[in-house]
C-alpha cells in the first residue's frame, strides 16, 4: 500500500510563487521518477517537470526558468517551486512517482492533486 499526499496549493497573485510537495509513504523499497502534472478547466492532463532518480530534471517549454523541480530521496518527497506565476498556470497539480514496493511490485502512483489559482 503505497500513498502520495501532496500540499502546498492556494490562491497566490500573478507574479507571486508557491512550493508545492508530494510526499510518498507506505511499503516503498524505491523510487524512479517523480513528476508533477497538472490539468487546468476543460483541458487535458499535462506533464509539467520530471525528476529522474538519476538526477535529471526536464520542464515544459512554458514553466521553464520559473519552475524548478527537486526531491528529498530520505524523506520520499518531491517538491515544485514555482515562481513568476501567472493566471495561465491555474490548475489542479498532481505527483506522480514510479514506485517499487517492498515486495517488488513496481507501478505509477498518484496523487489526488492540489489547486493552484493564479489571480488577481
Known amino acids: 500500500q503505497v500513498t502520495l499526499v501532496e500540499s502546498g496549493g492556494g490562491l497566490v497573485q500573478p507574479g507571486g510563487s508557491l512550493r508545492l510537495s508530494c510526499a510518498a509513504s507506505?511499503?516503498?523499497?524505491?523510487?524512479?521518477?517523480m513528476d508533477w502534472y497538472r490539468q487546468a478547466p476543460g483541458k487535458e492532463r499535462e506533464l509539467v517537470a520530471t525528476s529522474t532518480s538519476g538526477g535529471s530534471t526536464n520542464y515544459k517549454d512554458s514553466v521553464k526558468g520559473r519552475f524548478t523541480i527537486s526531491r528529498d530521496n530520505a524523506k520520499n518527497t518531491v517538491y515544485l517551486q514555482m515562481n513568476s506565476l501567472v493566471p495561465e498556470d491555474t490548475a489542479v497539480y498532481y505527483c506522480?512517482?514510479?514506485?517499487?514496493?517492498?515486495?517488488?511490485?513496481?507501478?505509477?502512483?498518484w496523487g489526488k492533486g492540489t489547486l493552484v489559482t493564479v489571480s488577481s
Open positions: 507506505g511499503s516503498i523499497f524505491s523510487i524512479n521518477a
Open positions: 506522480k512517482m514510479g514506485i517499487v514496493t517492498r515486495t517488488f511490485y513496481a507501478m505509477d502512483y
